[in-house]
C-alpha cells in the first residue's frame, strides 16, 4: 500500500468519528477517479471508530511510546503471575495503576487539544480505562491498540493462565492499597489450590469460573445479536423510506429542471419573435417616412399647380 495511502487512514483513525464517514467516502472517490481501485477497495473496508476507540487511537498515534510502555509492563505483569511472584506482582500492579491512569489522562488531554470544546463534554473515558486495562492482560488486544486503527472499545472478560490482579483507575489510600495486595495474595493461594482440584480429575473453582463466564459471554452476545438485527431492521426500514423520497425528490428536481429548460425555450422562440417583429417595425417606419416625404411632395405639387391656376385666371381680359 502506497505511503500516501497510509498517510491517509492514518488521517482518518486520527480525527474526530463524526467526520470520518465523509472523509473516507471523499477518499474513495478521489481513489477510483484515479483509478486505483484497490486503493479504494482497501479505503472502503475501513470501519468507522467509536469515540472512545479514536481516543485510544490518539494515543497510539502520536503517543507511541506510552502505548510501548503498556506493552512491556503487560509482558512482565504475565511473568510475574506465571510465576506466583507476590511481591513483584504488588510492584507491577502500582505501576499498572500509574500507567493506565497516566494513558487515559494523555487521552483525554491530546482530543482536547484537538478540539477544545471537548474540555466541557462527557468524553468516555471509562471506555478508554476498560481498552488500555484489557491490552494488559491480552498480548492480541495489546497490538490492536497498536496499531491505532481501533474501531470499538475492549474489555477483558477474566479468562487466561492465571487470575488477573483487578485493574480499576483510582488513587488508592493505603489501607486500600494493602487490602488490594491482600486479594492479589488469595487470587494465586486460590489457583493453586484449582491446579490441585485439576490434578485429584475434579473440576476447579477457575473452570467453574471460566463456564459461567463463557456462558455470561454466550447470552450477552445473543443478546446483542438480538438487539443488532432488531436495529438492523429498523435501519433497512429507515433506509428504504428514505431512499423512496430521495427517488421522489429526484423525480420532482428533473421534472423541475425540464421546466426550466422548456420556459428558456419558449424565451428563447419569443426573443427571436420580438427581433423579427423590431425588424418589422423598422421596416415600416421607413415606408411611413417615404410615404410622407411622396405625400408632402404631392401637397406642394397641388399647391404650386393651384397657384398657377389661380394666376392664369387673374390674367385673363375681361369680357
Known amino acids: 500500500m502506497p505511503a500516501s495511502t497510509e498517510d491517509l487512514i492514518r488521517a482518518l483513525y486520527e480525527a474526530p468519528p463524526d467526520g470520518f464517514v465523509a472523509g473516507r467516502a471523499a477518499a474513495i472517490a478521489e481513489a477510483k477517479q484515479a483509478g486505483d481501485t484497490e486503493t479504494a477497495r482497501r479505503l472502503a473496508a475501513l470501519r468507522k471508530p467509536t469515540v472512545a476507540a479514536w481516543l485510544v487511537n490518539l494515543l497510539a498515534l502520536r ?68 481498552t488500555l486495562t484489557a491490552a494488559l492482560a491480552e498480548p492480541d488486544i495489546a497490538e490492536q491498540v497498536r496499531s491505532g486503527r481501533l474501531v470499538k472499545a475492549a474489555t477483558y472478560a477474566g479468562f487466561g493462565e492465571v487470575p488477573r490482579p483487578r485493574l480499576r483507575l483510582v488513587t488508592a489510600e493505603p489501607e486500600e492499597q494493602e487490602a488490594e495486595r491482600e486479594d492479589e495474595e488469595e487470587a494465586a493461594r486460590g489457583y493453586q489450590e484449582d491446579a490441585g482440584e485439576a490434578e485429584r480429575g475434579r473440576p476447579s473453582a477457575l473452570e467453574e469460573r471460566k463456564r459461567r463466564a463463557a456462558e455470561k459471554a454466550r447470552q450477552e452476545r445473543a443478546e446483542r445479536r438480538r438487539d443488532l438485527k432488531r436495529r438492523l431492521t429498523t435501519a433497512r426500514s429507515t433506509e428504504a423510506k428514505t ?60 399647391g404650386d399647380v393651384e397657384a398657377a391656376l389661380e394666376d392664369l385666371d387673374a390674367e385673363e381680359p375681361e369680357q
Do not use: C, F, W, Y
Request: no cysteine.
Open 63 to 130: 503517543r507511541p511510546e506510552l502505548i510501548d510502555e503498556l506493552v512491556e509492563l503487560s509482558t512482565a505483569l504475565r511473568s510475574a503471575q506465571r510465576g506466583l511472584q507476590g511481591e513483584q506482582l504488588r510492584e507491577l500492579s502500582t505501576q499498572r495503576r500509574q500507567v493506565v491512569s497516566a494513558l487515559v489522562n494523555a487521552a483525554q488531554r491530546l482530543a482536547i487539544e484537538d478540539d477544545p470544546g471537548l474540555r466541557s463534554a462527557k468524553l468516555p473515558m471509562a471506555e478508554v480505562e476498560s
Open 243 to 302: 431512499r423512496t423520497r430521495l427517488e421522489r425528490a429526484e423525480a420532482a428536481e428533473r421534472d423541475a429542471a425540464h421546466a426550466v429548460d422548456e420556459i428558456e425555450e419558449q424565451l428563447a422562440e419569443l426573443e427571436r419573435q420580438r427581433i423579427v417583429a423590431q425588424a418589422e417595425v423598422s421596416r415600416r417606419k421607413l415606408a411611413r417616412r417615404s410615404a410622407e416625404r411622396d405625400a408632402s411632395a404631392a401637397r406642394r405639387e397641388v
